[in-house]
């Protein structure tokens, strides 16, 4: 996935993907709502973009490029 940058905060880099349609739902092409309640203790952060009518459509991990 390629990523704009910004800028950062506090030495943070803020990255925010090109490319929006990991939060389109392939089914009806409807924009779904971020979900952080997925990530599991052991397991990092990660966001699912949920489709109201159609379930999780995408599971984004923000931390991906530090692992």
Known sequence: ME???????????????KDQGYRTC????????????ISVEG???RI???CPDHGVQSIV???????
């Open 3 to 17: 990523y704009d940058e910004p800028g950062n905060l506090d030495g943070v880099p803020i990255r925010t993907p």
């Open 26 to 37: 392939s089914e009806c092409g409807g924009d779904c709502e971020p979900d952080p309640s």
């Open 61 to 67: 991990d923000p931390f991906e490029e530090q692992r």
């Open 48 to 50: 699912a973009f949920v």
């Open 43 to 45: 397991q990092g952060a």
